[in-house]
């Protein structure tokens, strides 16, 4: 069967061909998805999970995208920010984020340095995250100025989110991480990032720390679906920190994030619980303990007593 004639069927090609297994009533999530949704003004949800429990948890939420964020060089990493995490460790990430998604779109993020020095080099990353890793889409920080890189990042066949506003990699130039689109200035140059990114093809657009007023008008302006942090609620979708929802970050949360539980807490309890419990000797318990079968008992008991009858 060709392309051809499986659109025939009417349907797109993900209708058809599915990744999902028969009777699975959750769908793949694709790129044609996330425009479904700003269509049908249908939230997209994103978290970021770096490893194969959080993923497939967030996954099982039924989370549209888990995006393997370069903000793992703070959260898993302990770096003060993002720039020196490498590919090879981003990438590392992201593999192990794969194993456990089997629903969501994987999203990975190019890291500082990865994309900004020549463009083949920037390919050969792009497609390092997808052969080497299981990610279905990369994400490039940068607006105007990365449109064309963008464009041929797409035509290798790998889909891109955009990411414009307060963009982490970019914060020695912006002298710390400050709320962009303030000015009229700064509100002209995102409605340009945006119209750039929105006519280089990308999938979806990340639109992190910008007033409400300018997430809503790139929202209305642009046909690619807009996923806000800290962006207000008019963006077709939102996205957070996983370790930021859960107070894993060791630090004051941004005015944007909702703290969902508290990890950290619960961590920290478990941790003193167990340490008590050791040098107080009440684990393991009996029903926590293995024990030998009767009949080795016996056994056993039989050479010990032979061994201390020959000591006598
Ligand atoms: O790295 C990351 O986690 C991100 C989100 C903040 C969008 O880029």
Redesign the pocket.
């Known amino acids: 069967m060709d392309a051809g004639s499986i659109r025939q069927g009417g349907g797109a090609l993900e209708d058809v061909v599915s990744l999902t297994s028969i009777g699975d009533p959750r769908q793949k999530i694709t790129v044609a998805t996330l425009r479904d949704k700003k269509s049908q003004s249908q939230p997209i949800t994103c978290l970021?999970a770096y490893d194969y429990s959080s993923a497939r948890l967030v996954d099982e939420a039924g989370i549209d995208i888990v995006?393997v964020?370069?903000?793992l060089a703070m959260t898993m990493l302990g770096h003060e920010n993002?720039l020196s995490v490498t590919m090879d460790e981003m990438l590392h990430h992201t593999r192990a984020a794969h194993r456990g998604v089997k629903h969501a779109m994987l999203m990975a993020?190019m890291p500082f340095g990865s994309y900004h020095a020549e463009l083949n080099e920037a390919l050969r990353n792009a497609t390092r995250f997808v052969k080497e890793a299981g990610a279905e889409i990369v994400?490039i920080e940068g607006g105007e100025k990365r449109a064309d890189l963008i464009r041929r990042v797409i035509d290798a066949e790998i889909p891109v989110a955009g990411?414009i506003g307060l963009t982490?990699q970019s914060v020695n130039v912006m002298g710390g991480y400050k709320v962009q689109g303030k000015s009229l200035g700064g509100v002209e140059q995102l409605m340009r990032d945006a119209v750039a990114l929105d006519r280089a093809g990308v999938a979806c657009m990340?639109l992190?720390g910008m007033p409400r007023e300018v997430a809503a008008m790139i929202t209305a302006e642009v046909k690619t679906p807009t996923i806000g942090?800290g962006a207000g609620l008019d963006c077709d979708g939102q996205?957070l920190?996983l370790h930021d929802i859960l107070n894993l970050t060791f630090a004051p949360a941004a005015k944007f994030v909702r703290r969902y539980v508290d990890a950290a807490e619960l961590i920290s309890h478990a941790a003193h619980a167990f340490r008590a419990d050791v040098t107080s000797r009440q684990y393991p318990a009996e029903n926590e303990s293995y024990h030998l079968p009767r009949e080795t008992q016996a056994a056993l008991e039989t050479v010990l007593d032979r061994k201390r009858a020959m000591k006598r």
Do not use: C
Request: zero cysteines; proline letters at 7%; aromatic letters at 0%.
């Open positions: 970021t995006l964020g370069d903000s993002t993020d994400k990411h982490p990340i992190e942090i996205v920190v």
